[in-house]
């Protein structure tokens, strides 16, 4: 067993680092298999899978499957050079859609399988997996007992396999599976990873730092064919040299390791015009970066044009922020042939051409079972914000226009993978993503991204957590109060939120109160207070009275103070002084105010 395992390991780690083609790579790692299990090992590969993985070569039990079938489909490696032969490019997912058949269907050999598969409990997170995404193809007899895993892992199940999925439910611990309507499945299978507002910036770097990493990890495992960036990689228009910049870069190339990148340029504020260099960054696959609303093929894990859209694998639609000015810069084809008409109206009626002209290449798509995907960084109406705010008849941050779900429905895409607002949502085929971590106060959602699975039983979309840190917020109304607050406090961010008068300020320690805080638990204290300014009007009558005894007393009753018999004995003390020591003339002056404070 040792030397079987460490000849996969060999193998994947050769993979890994690119030193050899992923196709052949694949191909010998399917020759051992079938020389170890010689057709008999299926229900083996979850524990083999396992073993890889505390190795430090983590893959699915499906990858398994599919190098084990591929190779016994093509008859071995001979069977594999002659294809090479006849082919100038072998991609690994065309051979899986072309030879890999995973037992499925009302077969003898589908039931004994997938009721092993349920039936052993060991690594059971990466077997719901693989149930999750043959769901649609089990049998009903299976599903009842698929749904029952797959609950007992803590996914929510939502209007599945079919239905109008709402927003996501706060309650849900581990993830969230959903069946769209809008796509009713074709012949070919695709795997499509869906990210966005990842925001890089130098503040919170550690922390999202470790949410790509995790994102990185679980992308690995899960195998897309397609990785789509919605755009805002960047925060506040990061420079070549910052960190966040350099940790951006090295984010999207291990990315790219993986898997063909589409980067969407976000809001002009955050990606600014740095995008270009992710274009040229090296890695094992091709990244594109969208600038300007256009059309984009996917062929054997290469961007290309859309001109023969019967031989894609996948067609992509790009649609980054929508305003005026941007949208008259992107699409200028469109307004020369219009006669460069620059009226609002007219930009307006520019996307809605450009989503109809999709509309027309959907359908030949559609006729051809290709998958069609379209991503955008803006805002749909009736989007829900961070905060919980519906987005109707508004604009977010006042710069972006607008558009309705059925005004991008018209391209007819099966898939809409959108960017722009923190919160994860969906609606039928609409998706954002959210942002990648919570960074701003009032974020109190789930952070994750979408894989989404185009198979022939339809689009299945599954929504993985990532563990961020929360940022929480207590309010007082008056000075705050430690002893309200939670003995212990999560590792995260934490507002404290105060109301007070301004002569109350000198009596609250801030630093006392942070490092308490930090002893429960806090990484980060901030406070927000709001001073309640103290006005001090000169009040009619005091200026009037006579004597310095007067003006005191005539103080004290127009701010409801006591006068004491000490407080008057100070007085004349002052007052004595005053006559006697030298400057008594400038002393004099005020005599009365050490003894109005003292009144206070």
Not at 40 to 63: H, M, N, Q, T, Y
Not at 103 to 111: D, F, I, R, S
Request: glycine fraction near 8%.
């Amino acid at each position: 067993m040792s030397d079987f395992l460490e000849s996969l390991v060999k193998l994947l780690q050769d993979r890994s680092a690119g030193i050899l083609e992923v196709a052949h790579t694949n191909i010998r790692l399917g020759r051992i298999l079938h020389s170890r299990y010689n057709g008999r090992g299926e229900e083996k590969l979850s524990g083999l899978a396992i073993a890889l993985a505390k190795k430090g070569c983590p893959v699915p039990p499906d990858f398994l499957s599919q190098v084990y079938r591929v190779y016994q489909a093509v008859g071995g490696e001979r069977g594999f050079d002659r294809l090479k032969a006849r082919r100038r490019r072998l991609s690994w997912s065309g051979l899986v859609r072309e030879f890999s058949r995973p037992p499925l269907g009302n077969t003898e050999e589908a039931v004994s399988f997938w009721t092993a598969f349920m039936k052993d409990i060991e690594n059971t997170q990466e077997r719901v997996d693989v149930l999750i995404e043959h769901y649609g193809s089990l049998l009903d007899e299976l599903k009842h007992q698929a749904e029952g895993l797959i609950l007992a892992m803590g996914y929510t199940i939502n209007s599945f396999p079919a239905g109008t999925p709402t927003d996501s439910p706060a309650d849900s611990p581990s993830g969230l599976v959903v069946r769209s309507r809008a796509y009713r499945g074709g012949a070919r299978t695709l795997r499509v990873l869906h990210v966005a507002d990842e925001h890089f910036r130098d503040r919170d770097l550690v922390e999202i730092r470790e949410s790509a990493a995790f994102l990185l990890r679980k992308a690995k495992y899960a195998m897309p064919h397609l990785i789509i960036s919605a755009g805002d990689l960047l925060d506040e228009r990061q420079y070549y040299d910052t960190p966040a910049f350099r940790e951006a870069v090295s984010f999207i190339k291990s990315l790219a390791d993986i898997a063909p990148v589409l980067v969407l340029q976000g809001t002009s504020e955050h990606d600014g015009f740095t995008m270009e260099v992710f274009s040229h960054i090296g890695a094992r696959h091709p990244v594109r970066v969208m600038h300007a609303i256009g059309a984009v093929g996917l062929r054997e894990g290469e961007f290309t044009g859309i001109e023969e859209v019967e031989t894609l694998d996948a067609l992509l639609y790009a649609i980054p922020p929508v305003n005026k000015a941007g949208l008259l810069s992107r699409t200028q084809h469109f307004s020369s042939e219009q006669g460069g008409d620059t009226r609002t109206d007219a930009v307006a009626d520019q996307l809605g051409d450009t989503l109809a002209l999709w509309g027309d290449l959907s359908a030949t798509a559609r006729d051809a079972g290709i998958p069609v995907i379209m991503t955008g960084h803006l805002t749909v109406r009736g989007s829900v914000s961070s905060t919980g705010q519906h987005l109707m008849g508004r604009h977010l941050m006042g710069r972006t226009r607008e558009v309705g779900a059925e005004e991008l429905r018209r391209a007819g895409a099966d898939l809409i993978a959108l960017g722009h607002i923190h919160r994860m949502q969906y609606r039928d085929d609409l998706f954002y993503s959210g942002s990648i971590t919570r960074l701003n106060y009032g974020e109190e959602e789930d952070k994750g991204f979408w894989i989404h699975e185009f198979s022939p039983g339809g689009l299945l979309s599954h929504f993985i957590r990532i563990p961020t840190r929360p940022r929480m917020t207590f309010e007082f109304d008056a000075q705050p109060d430690i002893s309200l607050l939670p003995e212990t406090l999560p590792a995260g961010w934490i507002r404290i939120k105060y109301r007070v008068r301004q002569e109350e300020m000198v009596s609250i320690d801030e630093k006392a109160i942070e490092r308490e805080l930090r002893r429960r638990g806090a990484l980060e204290v901030k406070f927000e207070r709001s001073v309640i300014p103290q006005y001090r009007v000169r009040a009619a009558g005091i200026s009037q009275a006579g004597t310095i005894e007067e003006k005191l007393r005539k103080y004290a009753e127009i701010n409801g103070l006591v006068l004491t018999e000490g407080i008057l004995a100070k007085l004349t003390e002052i007052e004595e002084s005053a006559d006697t020591e030298p400057g008594a003339e400038a002393a004099a002056a005020s005599p009365g105010a050490e003894v109005m404070r003292e009144a206070k």
